[in-house]
């Protein structure tokens, strides 16, 4: 079978060692990788590099960067010289911007974080987050991220089909963490949906990690993700 670069897998180990182990064991069965934050003291970039250029695969770079506009713009313009494909940053229209100008001239995609897929209601009061629900803030997150420039958002499924409603999401990626295999544990995610209901309601990219990375035949399980993408 061969890959389908809708599914990213999220290497979530903790150094590039594992990671690359892990992507040796699942072979061509995946040709999208995400690293992460997580990562990044453990020879994240390194592993970036080696599996893009040596492995030929593509390489979304979870950062979530937030901070000043001329900070987030250095930090990205340093990034995007390793030729890699999606690079996050918080969906505030001030870093999208920021963002969007590091990333000038380069082929990097910005992706903008609209609310984390580990969060409920009841984190966001506690975060100080307005009122309101999370599909309503995350649609409004997402169209601004869209205005500032954004190539994409980061959403969880359940919200995916709002967003592509937008007019503003016209050529633009949606990219869905919180997917999880039916019967597959949920772990930290809050909002999720299955690989297939995901990409129907809008998603052009699905992020699945544990049920890939702690299953005993991480191909098979990558395997068996691709076959129901496929039946759409």
């Known amino acids: 079978m061969s890959s389908d670069d809708r599914l990213i897998v999220a290497l979530d180990v903790p150094n590039a060692l ?3 182990k892990l992507a040796e064991q699942i072979g061509d069965a995946v040709s999208f990788y995400k690293i992460g934050l997580g990562m990044l003291t453990g020879g994240g970039l390194a592993l970036a590099n080696e599996l893009k250029d040596e492995h030929g695969k593509r390489i979304f770079l979870d950062m ?4 000043i506009g001329a900070t987030v713009e250095a930090a990205v313009r340093g990034l995007a010289q390793f030729d890699l494909d999606f690079l996050t940053v918080h969906g505030d229209p001030h870093v999208v911007a920021a963002a969007k100008e590091g990333a000038a001239g380069s082929n990097l995609k910005i992706l903008g974080v609209t609310i984390l897929t580990s969060l409920d209601r009841a984190d966001l009061d506690n975060c100080l987050i307005k009122d309101g629900e999370i599909k309503d803030l995350v649609q409004e997150r997402a169209g ?6 954004a190539d994409g958002v980061i959403a969880s499924p359940q919200e995916a089909a709002l967003i592509r409603a937008l007019p503003e999401s016209e050529g633009r990626l949606i990219v869905t963490p919180g997917v999880r295999p039916a019967g597959a544990a949920l772990g930290d995610q809050k909002r999720v949906a299955t690989p297939a209901s ?10 699945v ?3 890939v990375w702690t299953a005993d035949n991480p191909r098979g ?7 129901e993408l496929a039946s759409l």
């Not at 601004?144 to 420039?149: E, L, N, Q, V």
């Open 64 to 67: 979530k960067l937030f901070d």
């Open 209 to 211: 990690g544990r049920p």
């Open 221 to 227: 399980a990558a395997e068996a993700i691709v076959a």
């Open 144 to 149: 601004r991220a869209f205005d500032a420039g």
């Open 198 to 207: 995901a990409i129907k309601d809008g998603a052009d990219h699905i992020v």
């Open 18 to 20: 594992q990671g690359l």
